[in-house]
């Protein structure tokens, strides 16, 4: 079963209706005991890194999210839910989970316009069962004013250009997280769900 997470200042309902789309097995979870008996977990998330790690720690998830990565169970995080996954959010200055090696920074305002908003291409830099049956690059739906910069390249799945070439999904293990907001990107994101779901249920 795939928990999505949901603290109040995500956006879990949107996500919750792209997993009915691909035929999900899902529950909406917002406390310890109920995210220990998933197989799986979603962390999206629209909105700031403090909101996030507020409402978090508010409903005790902080630490049955860590113990649920470090257990080697399937966890995705998006957008919010993505940045949160490092240490620290150049975004007030939030310390995060600090559960991959890594920071948020802000997008240079002189040389894009933040936040960056629509559809941007993804080239995925390698092999993961996350990309299974999709091409070598694809198009997704971002909007985000913060990038993450991983402390170790290889950790990269996804980049993208956007003034600079960033990291738009990195992963570790079954730890897995995207920039783009996989709910919103058409057939290509669906895609993506679908495959965490096959991950998740074990067979990958």
């Known amino acids: 079963m795939i928990g999505v997470i949901d603290y109040k200042a995500g956006n879990a309902p949107s996500v919750a209706n792209a997993l009915r789309r691909v035929g999900a097995s899902f529950r909406m979870v917002s ?16 909105g700031s890194a403090q909101a996030t790690m507020d409402s978090l720690e508010e409903l005790d998830l902080i630490g049955a999210i ?11 995080g998006i957008c919010i839910g993505f940045q949160i996954l490092f240490e620290r959010s150049q975004e007030g200055h ?10 948020v920074k802000k997008f240079d305002p002189e040389s894009v316009r933040v936040p960056q ?7 995925f830099v ?5 990309w299974a049956n999709l091409p070598a690059a694809d198009y997704f739906y971002f909007v985000n004013s913060y990038y993450v910069e991983p402390d170790a390249p290889d950790l990269a799945l996804g980049r993208t ?5 960033f990291c ?5 293990g079954k730890v897995y997280g995207t920039q783009f907001h996989l709910e919103k990107s058409a057939e ?4 993506v769900l679908r495959n965490f779901i096959s991950i998740s249920e074990g067979d990958n």
């Open 117 to 123: 908003i629509g559809w941007n291409r993804v080239a």
């Open 94 to 103: 939030v310390p995060c989970l600090d559960l991959l090696p890594g920071h």
């Open 188 to 191: 290509a994101g669906l895609q």
């Open 161 to 165: 250009e956007y003034g600079h070439r």
């Open 66 to 76: 860590k113990r649920h990565v470090v257990s080697d169970r399937p966890y995705l």
């Open 31 to 46: 406390s310890p005991g109920e995210l220990e008996e998933m197989t799986g977990l979603i962390l999206p998330g629209v």
């Open 168 to 172: 738009s999904m990195a992963s570790r």
């Open 126 to 130: 390698r092999e993961d069962p996350i």
